[in-house]
């Protein structure tokens, strides 16, 4: 497979530590790193969607962290700072508050280092869970070729190794098939207004995965013929009831999927579960800007997220393994 990059990584020595990230923004027509040497620049590039996907917000936040701690910042306004970027990705508070509890618990004289070694640790951890999501996963994708013969997988958005620090979620199942021998084909839906199918084209392209690109409206259609086998998400925050917020539309495929008895399934991280968060009417959806949609003078919806109920969720593949939906309690940490 030609396998990517990982989409963060750690550069320079302890004196002048930066961090370098593959630029979304600028993907799938141009590859450039962008280095990040402030807090600003952290929050900055997770606001912009330099860097996307809840994973990848995660990671990203916990080196801002410890940017702004090199830069003397105080801790609270780095957490301040950095958590008022995007608000539906869980995975960013997640990784702010274990930052914090980490650093709290040890003497400030050694908070900088300690805050590389934790933000190191959260982007190792999120590659070992993507792995093993998708070894859980791909047993899914076995099963239906064993009964199909084929494997036709529709997913929404990007939840490839682009937003996780490497593998994916959402796409980490496939990917496993393919090392496995198992050949997928994949439906990628554009995801309007972002086009965030377009960087799941892009990657699955460099790693030879046989996809078709598809209008995001055709998705009901492609159901109703019987050419969808399952369909696999990734998600930005799933409440302790299994109800789950990913990339808006989402519920839309999860209603067409129940309608034509396709299984949906979640791939996430068990830190894209929010145990405090009871359920989906709680979950924050980002409002975003009416210029996305390339409009001016008119009243706009432009919610990035939408609520997928645990009811239309076949099950949620996790790297504890795939747990119904409204079993989160048994994965909890
Ligand atoms: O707004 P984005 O691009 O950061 O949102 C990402 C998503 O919603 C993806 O669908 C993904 O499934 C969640 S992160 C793996």
Same mark, same amino acid.
């Given at each position: 497979?030609?396998?990517?990059? *990982?989409?963060?990584? /750690? ?18 027509? /141009? ?8 807090? %600003?620049?952290?929050?900055? +590039? ?15 936040? &916990? ?16 957490? @301040? ?15 702010? /508050?274990?930052? +914090? *509890? =980490?650093?709290?618990?040890? +003497?400030?004289?050694?908070? *900088? ?6 933000? $190191?640790?959260?982007? $190792? ?50 990917? !496993? %098939?393919?090392? &496995?021998?198992?050949? @997928? ?32 409206? %055709? &998705? ?14 990734? @998600? ?20 067409? %999927?129940?309608?034509?008895? =396709?299984?949906?399934?979640? @791939? ?19 409002? $975003?800007?009416? /210029? ?11 919610? !990035?997220?939408?609520?997928?109920? &645990? ?8 790297? $504890? ?13």
């Amino acid at each position: 497979m030609n396998y990517p990059l *990982r989409t963060i990584q /750690e550069d320079g020595d302890a004196a002048h530590r930066s961090v370098l990230i593959l630029d979304q923004t600028r993907l799938p027509l /141009e590859t450039t790193f962008v280095r990040l040497q402030t807090l %600003a620049d952290a929050a900055h +590039a997770i606001r912009v969607m330099q860097v996307r996907g809840a994973p990848l917000i995660g990671a990203t936040a &916990a080196y801002g962290v410890a940017l702004g701690l090199a830069e003397d910042i105080p801790l609270e306004t780095v957490v @301040a700072t950095l958590a008022a970027t995007r608000p539906t990705a869980v995975n960013l508070n997640w990784a702010l /508050e274990r930052m +914090a *509890r =980490v650093l709290q618990k040890s +003497a400030m004289t050694g908070w *900088r280092e300690l805050a590389w070694q934790e933000a $190191r640790a959260i982007a $190792r951890e999120d590659v070992a869970a993507n792995a093993a999501i998708g070894q859980h996963g791909v047993e899914i994708l076995k099963s239906i070729a064993a009964q199909k013969g084929r494997v036709e997988v529709m997913t929404h958005c990007n939840a490839g190794w682009l937003a996780t620090v490497a593998h994916g979620t959402a796409l980490a199942p496939i990917y !496993a %098939a393919q090392a &496995a021998g198992l050949a @997928a084909h994949v439906w990628v839906s554009e995801t309007r207004p972002r086009n965030q199918g377009l960087l799941t084209a892009w990657e699955l392209g460099e790693a030879d995965v046989p996809h078709t690109f598809m209008v995001d409206n %055709a &998705a009901g259609l492609l159901m109703m013929q019987g050419r969808v086998d399952c369909v696999i998400v990734g @998600a930005d925050r799933i409440a302790a009831n299994g109800d789950t917020a990913n990339k808006v539309g989402t519920y839309l495929k999860a209603l067409a %999927a129940r309608a034509h008895g =396709v299984p949906f399934y979640v @791939a996430a991280p068990i830190s894209t579960i929010d145990f405090a968060c009871p359920d989906g009417a709680h979950i924050p959806i980002e409002e $975003r800007a009416a /210029e996305e949609l390339g409009v001016a003078g008119m009243a706009v919806a432009n919610p !990035a997220f939408d609520v997928t109920p &645990a009811g239309l969720i076949t099950g949620i593949i996790t790297e $504890r393994g795939i747990v119904p939906a409204d079993q989160l309690a048994s994965v909890k940490p």
